[in-house]
């Protein structure tokens, strides 16, 4: 079985997350020469591989076979595979089964290595990801197996293969701002407190605002307001109270104090409420550390592109690693249908992100 043969295999998995559909003991099975750690909790399965080739560095390859829903409009089934022109149709093409099969084809094919190679692999990324990759880390340190790398395959790639990867992630705030006020007539303005004209005035200082002026590796912490209501959608009636939902995907210069700070001094003369939760915190690692050095000469080699270090995107299970101090980067296909309706891929990506797995182990 060559690397695109594994693909079609896992793209055949029906593995809506949590559901892995028996994809991850085809993988152990697959891969029977690696010892086996199997940790399930909450309806998910975590999968670790392992093999210690020799005494040197452990570096491990990270990913999830869970996907999301397929939605309507396919032009075809969605988890029947298909290829056309060289291009793989099928949910999980990009999003990220390509890198798996990647990765696991290139553990398979490895005969040599100075230290430990290991996989970890989830089936519930796509979702909470709270009995995911975050407890089999947990573990890891528990029995003195954490890696000192990771490469997470999810797709990374934005025009090109090998355009960019991810040496860290940004973190995510969630916002939500309560404006109180008053409820009256429409005809008594003086008679009620409108949430809605106290915050006019000054929401264009709100929306967009950047919190800080980013650096090298992030770009700025912007407040992006995603949603707004209030009242009972009628026109005699001032509300009582508006309520607005805000995203801040945050550097490592902000944290949750610097918003309510800034919320403290826009809203002082304003009767408001607001609760800030955080899905996930922001990291980067260092830009001359070996794994940035080894798969970028990596992707030179078979890409022919300076690869960009990029920290853009949603979150991923890096963060979990990151949190741990690993040296872990992204580098996958490229992302331009992730989630999408015919989401795909090419196989001349895969057979490339193949070859440059193999030799980032070979160089390591």
């Known amino acids: 079985m060559n690397v695109i043969d594994l693909l079609l295999k896992l793209l055949s998995y029906k593995s809506i997350t949590p559901n892995d559909a028996n994809s991850l003991e085809f993988i152990e099975e697959y891969l029977s020469d690696f010892t086996s750690i199997w940790i399930n909790r909450g309806g998910v399965k975590n999968l670790f591989l392992y093999k210690k080739f020799g005494e040197g560095k452990h570096l491990c390859f990270g990913g999830h076979v869970d996907v999301v829903p397929a939605g309507d409009g396919w032009s075809s089934n969605p988890f029947v595979p298909k290829i056309e022109n060289g291009i793989i149709y099928a949910r999980g093409t990009q999003d990220m089964k390509s890198g798996v099969a990647s990765f696991v084809q290139a553990l398979k094919d490895t005969k040599k290595f ?17 009995y995911g990759t975050k407890i089999v880390l947990e573990h890891l340190k528990k029995i003195d197996m954490l890696p000192n790398y990771s490469i997470i395959a999810e797709p ?12 860290g992630r940004r973190g995510s705030i969630n916002g939500y701002l309560t404006i109180k006020g008053k409820q009256g007539h429409a005809a008594y303005p003086e008679k009620s407190i ?23 590796d992030f770009a700025p912490s912007q407040i992006v307001i995603t949603d707004i209501r209030g009242g009972m959608e009628v026109t005699n009636v001032t509300p009582s109270e508006l309520k607005i939902m805000f995203n801040v995907r945050n550097s490592t210069k902000t944290t949750q104090d610097d918003i309510l700070e800034f919320f403290a001094q826009k809203l002082n003369k304003i009767d408001y409420e ?9 990291f980067v690692i260092n830009r001359d550390s070996h794994i940035v050095s080894t798969i970028s000469k990596s ?5 022919n592109i300076d690869t960009k270090l990029s920290t853009a995107g949603g979150t991923s299970d890096a963060r979990f690693m990151g949190a741990y101090g690993i040296d872990v980067v992204e580098f996958g296909v490229i992302n331009d249908r992730i989630h999408a309706i015919d989401e795909r891929t090419t196989i001349d990506e895969v057979d490339t992100l193949y070859d440059i797995f193999c030799d980032v182990i070979e160089r390591f």
Request: charged residues 20%; negative net charge; aromatic residues 8%.
């Open 274 to 282: 607001l609760n800030l939760t955080q899905g996930s915190y922001p």
């Open 114 to 130: 100075n230290g430990t190679l290991s996989l970890l692999l989830t089936s519930d990324e796509e979702g909470d990801a709270i």
């Open 156 to 167: 990374t790639c934005e025009d090109k293969m090998g355009d960019a990867i991810k040496i």
């Open 299 to 303: 992707i030179y080699k078979y890409c």
């Open 194 to 216: 409108n949430p809605v004209h106290q915050i006019a005035p000054i929401l264009g200082d709100i929306a967009g605002y950047y919190l800080d002026n980013g650096d090298e």
